[in-house]
């Protein structure tokens, strides 16, 4: 089975800085995904790694250790409508689907 | 995730009644995906069909769900006899098949289902 771990809330100020971490056990692996999730609404892609190290994409950022089943992504600069819930989800290797943390809620305060 | 359509939004149906949801992939995606969330929790996945084939339904329940992704037209997740318990957000979601970054899945807004 898989098992994909991340915190369940955390709490920041608008203008600050949030890193969501993520481990993983997984039968396999061929890349690492986080998605954003407003309440209400459908996953929107964020961020994809496949190669160790740190992946850069205007105010957030995505970090991976394969050999640690490590990720966290990081949020700069928050504003309020980072307020989101935050999945990992983790492709295994010879498979498509992916498999989902149970998602970090964010809650962004002035 | 422009490009994934789905549908009903939402859907109200009485217990014992069929819920049938719709999803037409993304253009030029051939891989169709189907997850359902409940209330204050994770994505869980349900089926992985390519046009005409099942390829992996671990995630369906045994009964009373079944999907289809025909050769034309989008793809169907049917759910017969509803029970409170499948009150959840359905959502589909495609993807090319190709390798690597170009092989990330993309959602549709979701169905979300009430069963009352």
């Known amino acids: 089975g898989q098992n994909i771990d991340q915190p369940t809330e955390m709490t920041a100020t608008e203008g600050a800085i949030v890193q969501i971490n993520c481990t993983y056990q997984?039968?396999?692996?061929?890349?690492l995904f986080w998605y954003q999730q407003h309440a209400g609404e459908a996953p929107t892609f964020l961020s994809y790694n496949v190669l160790d190290g740190l992946e850069e994409k205007g105010r957030f950022s995505s970090f991976l250790s394969r050999s640690k089943g490590y990720s966290y992504l990081l949020l700069k600069e928050l504003q309020m409508k980072d307020s989101a819930s935050y999945l990992c989800?983790?492709?295994?290797?010879?498979?498509?689907?992916?498999?989902f943390g149970a998602g970090t809620t964010v809650t962004v305060r002035a | 995730n422009a490009g994934v359509m789905q549908n009903p939004r939402h859907l109200v149906r009485r217990r014992g009644q069929e819920a049938r949801l719709r999803c037409s992939p993304m253009k030029g995606h051939s891989h169709v995906y189907w997850y359902r969330q409940l209330p204050e929790e994770g994505l869980k996945f349900m089926v992985y069909?390519?046009?005409?084939?099942?390829?992996?339904e671990s995630g369906m329940p045994k009964e009373r769900f079944s999907a289809e992704f025909p050769k034309e037209g989008p793809s169907i997740l049917r759910i017969q006899q509803v029970v409170r318990g499948d009150s959840a957000a359905y959502f589909c979601?495609?993807?090319?098949?190709?390798?690597?970054?170009?092989?990330?899945?993309?959602f549709g807004e979701g169905s979300w289902l009430t069963v009352v």
């Open positions: 979601a495609s993807s090319s098949g190709q390798g690597g970054s170009g092989n990330t899945i993309y």
């Open positions: 997984t039968s396999g692996f061929n890349g």
């Open positions: 989800a983790v492709r295994p290797s010879n498979d498509y689907k992916l498999s």
């Open positions: 069909l390519q046009k005409e084939n099942i390829i992996d």
